[in-house]
């Protein structure tokens, strides 16, 4: 086996395995599975290219190991006790994973993704996710009211929201550039 493919199976089964920890540690596994889905960049930037795949290839597989993590999250999400809580971060889900097969759809037919449809199906379920599972920590018992659902959704949504249309409206390599070259410039 080459070092390369190697190296893509080693990454790959990283993203398969990681997110099972959601189901023992939400909040941790969420984490560490947003963790894994970025570092299989850089894995691969530093060694040239992501081994036996092109990119646009890795961009699809990468789609679904993030919806696959995200699915796992989904079903912590389906067990929890708060009935508002519990709609929103799956209805949110639902909408994401609608998103992302409409993409793929389009990719396939037309050859050529319309990226801009990404940002109106922006993951905000993870960061909802996040946020509800931080709230119980901090506060048990916390239960939605209307007021705070709103405001919920707007400290979530927001960020989200300008992070995809930084993303998928021409901004993409200037993102993960910016990451790369502030964040993590000690690995290159």
């Known amino acids: 086996m080459s070092p390369e493919l190697?190296?893509?199976?080693?990454?790959?089964?990283?993203?398969?395995l990681v997110p099972f920890t959601i189901l023992r540690w939400p909040l941790a596994g969420v984490f560490v599975s947003i963790?894994?889905?970025?570092a299989d960049i850089m894995v691969f930037e530093k060694m040239g290219g992501p081994g036996p795949i092109r990119w646009e290839d890795y961009h699809l597989l990468d789609k679904f190991l993030d919806t696959y993590y995200l699915a796992f999250a989904a079903w912590v999400a389906w067990s929890w006790e708060d009935a508002l809580a519990r709609t929103i971060a799956v209805s949110l889900f639902?909408?994401?994973?609608?998103?992302?097969?409409?993409?793929e759809v389009i990719a396939l037919v037309a050859g050529e993704a319309f990226r801009p449809l990404m940002f109106f199906a922006p993951s905000i379920f993870e960061n909802f996710?996040?946020?509800?599972?931080?709230?119980?920590?901090?506060?048990p018992g916390f239960v939605l009211t209307k007021k705070s659902t709103i405001t919920i959704l707007l400290l979530v949504g927001i960020p989200k929201l300008v992070q995809e249309y930084v993303m998928h409206f021409g901004y993409q390599d200037q993102t993960w550039g910016f990451f790369r070259d502030n964040l993590f410039w000690w690995l290159y």
Do not use: E
């Open 94 to 103: 639902a909408w994401r994973f609608a998103g992302v097969v409409l993409f």
């Open 129 to 139: 996710f996040i946020a509800w599972l931080v709230l119980q920590k901090v506060h």
């Open 6 to 16: 190697l190296i893509f199976s080693a990454v790959v089964l990283v993203r398969l």
């Open 35 to 38: 963790i894994a889905d970025a």
